[in-house]
């Protein structure tokens, strides 16, 4: 599991307004969290903290709070704008060694599924499990290798076998799929040119002079 630093500051003030500002600064508010500890309010450039977010591994972080204070961590909820997805809450859970953590871990799938070049289409159900586990056996992703996935086949969470970790997951939820292909009709037409006559609209004939 990587280690990567992670710089942050303190910060004093929690109102609506003095967020927002930070926002606008390019920073994000954040909370830090430790069992036996305050939590203590912080803040962090937004470039820094995106690397942690947006990435298919899991990373030890190691927090420095105003180049003091260092602790190794994990992102433990992330809040976004609904609108341009932009990180704007975060918080880290504190580790605390030999004690078990609950935290997602990415899954990567590995291979092309068989059921696929048969004209199966594959469903992604799960792309993060939540596991726990010890700090020292935290993975930065979970390899599920799909190659010899079928058409109308699935992985379940009972399928995984990982060491020294329990999956919280339920064991009969499906992490993925390969459906089979959905029926289709083709109807052959052919194309006819209908001509309708053309109608002349006629006048009445006028009636005769009665004799």
């Keep these: 599991m990587e280690r990567v630093k992670l710089n942050a500051g303190k910060r004093t003030i929690s109102s609506k307004g003095y967020l927002n500002r930070l926002r606008k600064e390019g920073k994000v508010p954040g909370v830090f969290y430790v ?3 305050e939590p203590i ?3 962090v450039l937004e470039k820094e903290i995106n690397p942690f977010v947006f990435t298919a591994d899991t990373h030890i972080i190691n927090l420095n709070v105003d180049g003091q204070e260092t602790s190794d961590c994990i992102i433990k909820d992330i809040q976004f704008d609904p609108v341009t997805d932009r990180v704007v809450h975060f918080d880290l859970l504190g580790i605390v060694k030999g004690e078990k953590i609950e935290l997602e871990v990415p899954i990567q799938f590995l291979g ?4 696929v070049k ?4 594959l469903q992604i159900f799960h792309h993060r499990l939540k596991i726990k586990c010890v700090p020292a056996n935290i993975l930065s992703h979970i390899e599920i290798n799909i190659e010899d996935l079928g058409v109308a086949k699935s992985v379940h969470v009972r399928d995984l ?3 020294d970790m329990e999956i ?3 064991p009969e939820s499906i992490i993925v799929s390969v459906n089979a292909p959905k029926a289709v009709k083709e109807a052959e037409t052919e194309a006819t040119e209908v001509t309708q006559p053309e109608v002349i609209a006629k006048g009445k004939e006028k009636d005769k002079e009665e004799e």
């Excluded at 048969?118 to 289409?121: A, D, H, I, R």
Aim: proline share 5%; no cysteine; charged share 25%.
């Design 35 to 37: 069992k036996n500890s």
């Design 41 to 43: 309010a912080i803040e």
């Design 112 to 115: 092309s599924p068989i059921g």
């Design 118 to 121: 048969e004209g199966g289409v």
């Design 161 to 163: 076998e990982l060491k």
């Design 168 to 170: 919280l997951n339920s």
